[in-house]
T-cell receptor
Framework: NAGVTQTPKFQVLKTGQSMTLQCAQDMNHEYMSWYRQDPGMGLRLIHYSVGAGITDQGEVPNGYNVSRSTTEDFPLRLLSAAPSQTSVYFC?????????????FGSGTRLTVV | AQSVSQHNHHVILSEAASLELGCNYS??????LFWYVQYPGQHLQLLLKYFSGDPLVKGIKGFEAEFIKSKFSFNLRKPSVQWSDTAEYFC???????????FGAGTRLTVKP
């Protein structure tokens, strides 16, 4: 009964480096999304996916890429890390985008870009 | 796209005080409304949700929220808070026409023992 699993939990990057944040769910949810959480700004949607092979942009997509090759996995790629991307990143999944049963969130990845 | 505003950034209460956290949304269509709680160092957990029907929704841990359509509001209430309610609370909205959940900026609640 793992739910949504995010790795790594903590990461420090240098400016310009790239990396991939991993997200996996075992609930057979079609909908998955990535948020970043910054103090005083709540959670802002980066990208989302309504099923394998289908992705779309959210509020703050610049500097991030996603792909959805399987129902289970939804990795988030930082192409060239910048200090402005220092944040806590949460992955979420749901059976539907409108959240009929609410979203299930992962435990988060705390990313620091120096 | 829909948006959410939460009126209070930080609320400080003593134990047994009553709580009301404000939430307003802007969207012209049919919406689903949520309150999530985030305890220190943890991820978001669903407190309650409203989709349709009775506008007074009861959630876990004694929380409730009232949907007032004419005011575009979905305020969270609890009659008597406990120290363990210290957390950050987020209001969120989805619509029936799109596929993303939008969050408010959050309200940090501190309950003094």
């Amino acid at each position: 009964n793992a739910g949504v699993t995010q790795t790594p939990k903590f990461q420090v990057l240098k400016t310009g480096q790239s990396m991939t944040l991993q997200c996996a769910q075992d609930m057979n949810h079609e909908y998955m999304s990535w948020y970043r959480q910054d103090p005083g700004m709540g959670l802002r949607l980066i990208h989302y996916s309504v099923g394998a092979g289908i992705t779309d942009q959210g509020e703050v997509p610049n500097g991030y890429n996603v792909s959805r090759s399987t129902t289970e996995d939804f990795p988030l790629r930082l192409l060239s890390a910048a200090p402005s991307q220092t944040s806590v990143y949460f992955c979420a999944s749901s059976s539907t985008g409108s959240g009929d049963y609410g979203y299930t969130f992962g435990s988060g990845t705390r990313l620091t870009v120096v | 796209a829909q948006s959410v505003s939460q009126h209070n950034h930080h609320v400080i209460l003593s134990e047994a005080a009553s709580l009301e956290l404000g939430c307003n949304y802007s969207y012209g269509g049919t919406v689903n409304l949520f309150w999530y709680v985030q305890y220190p160092g943890q991820h978001l957990q669903l407190l309650l949700k409203y989709f349709s029907g009775d506008p007074l929704v009861k959630g876990i841990k004694g929380f409730e929220a009232e949907f007032i359509k004419s005011k575009f509001s979905f305020n969270l209430r609890k009659p008597s808070v406990q120290w363990s309610d210290t957390a950050e609370y987020f209001c969120a909205v989805t619509s029936h026409n799109n596929n993303d959940m939008r969050f408010g900026a959050g309200t940090r609640l501190t309950v003094k023992p």
